[in-house]
C-alpha cells in the first residue's frame, strides 16, 4: 500500500474488539484527530479488517468484516473475476465468498483481494483463500467459504486507509 501515492496509512491500536456477534465492532485509539473519517478501510499487515463507522477526537468504531451487513468489493487474484466478500455469522475465522459466476475456474486455495473498484481499499489487499467450494446444479454462481488472511481472535494494532483521491473520485462518480 505504501508503495501507491494515492494513500497513506493511520497506525492505530485495537483497544475493543467484538468477535462473538451477528455485526461486530473494532474500537481504534485514534480519532478524527488523527484525519480519520468515516468510510475508510482498515487493514492490517496480514490484510482487510473492516471500515470505518464513525470518529470522536481520539477514537473510532470500525464496522468488522465479521459483521453480517457488511459487503466489500472483491477479486479473485488470478483470474480478477470480481466477486463479493460477505459474513455469515458464522466462524470468526471464515467469511463467504459471493458472486463468482459458475463459468469461472474456482478452486480451493485460490487467494481473494480487494478489488479496488471503490475508494476504500486500494487494489490487491488480502482477504484470504478459498476453503471450501460447491456448485449446485442450478445455480448461476459458486457456494464458496474463504480463510481469512486476519485472526480477527487476536487483532491488536491496524491501519487507516487514508485515500488521497477518494472526494475528487466519489464527486464525479
Given at each position: 500500500?505504501?508503495?501507491?501515492?494515492?494513500?497513506?496509512?493511520v497506525p492505530a491500536k485495537v483497544i475493543n474488539n467484538n468477535f462473538r456477534r451477528s455485526e461486530n465492532y473494532i474500537t481504534l485509539d485514534k480519532g478524527n484527530s488523527s484525519g480519520i473519517q468515516p468510510g475508510m478501510g482498515v487493514i492490517t499487515s496480514s490484510g482487510v479488517v473492516?471500515?470505518?463507522?464513525?470518529?470522536?477526537?481520539?477514537?473510532?468504531?470500525?464496522?468488522?468484516?465479521?459483521?453480517?451487513?457488511?459487503?466489500?468489493?472483491?477479486?479473485?487474484?488470478?483470474?480478477?473475476?470480481?466477486?463479493?466478500?460477505?459474513?455469515?455469522?458464522?466462524?470468526?475465522?471464515?467469511?463467504?465468498?459471493?458472486?463468482?459466476?459458475?463459468?469461472?475456474?474456482?478452486?480451493?486455495?485460490?487467494?481473494?483481494?480487494?478489488?479496488?473498484?471503490?475508494?476504500?481499499?486500494?487494489?490487491?489487499?488480502?482477504?484470504?483463500?478459498?476453503?471450501?467450494?460447491?456448485?449446485?446444479?442450478?445455480?448461476?454462481?459458486?457456494?464458496?467459504?474463504?480463510?481469512?488472511?486476519?485472526?480477527?481472535?487476536?487483532?491488536?494494532?491496524?491501519?487507516?486507509?487514508?485515500?488521497?483521491?477518494?472526494?475528487?473520485?466519489?464527486?464525479?462518480?
Open positions: 500500500v505504501n508503495s501507491d501515492r494515492n494513500f497513506t496509512l473492516g471500515i470505518t463507522k464513525s470518529t470522536s477526537s481520539n477514537f473510532t468504531t470500525v464496522t468488522s468484516l465479521l459483521h453480517q451487513n457488511l459487503m466489500v468489493s472483491s477479486q479473485l487474484q488470478k483470474s480478477k473475476t470480481l466477486c463479493t466478500i460477505q459474513w455469515d455469522a458464522q466462524s470468526p475465522l471464515l467469511t463467504q465468498l459471493r458472486f463468482v459466476p459458475r463459468h469461472i475456474e474456482l478452486e480451493i486455495g485460490d487467494t481473494v483481494v480487494t478489488s479496488g473498484f471503490n475508494s476504500i481499499f486500494p487494489p490487491e489487499i488480502l482477504v484470504g483463500t478459498v476453503a471450501y467450494l460447491e456448485l449446485p446444479e442450478e445455480s448461476p454462481f459458486y457456494f464458496a467459504t474463504v480463510q481469512l488472511a486476519n485472526d480477527f481472535t487476536s487483532l491488536d494494532y491496524a491501519y487507516v486507509i487514508q485515500s488521497i483521491l477518494k472526494v475528487e473520485k466519489d464527486s464525479l462518480e
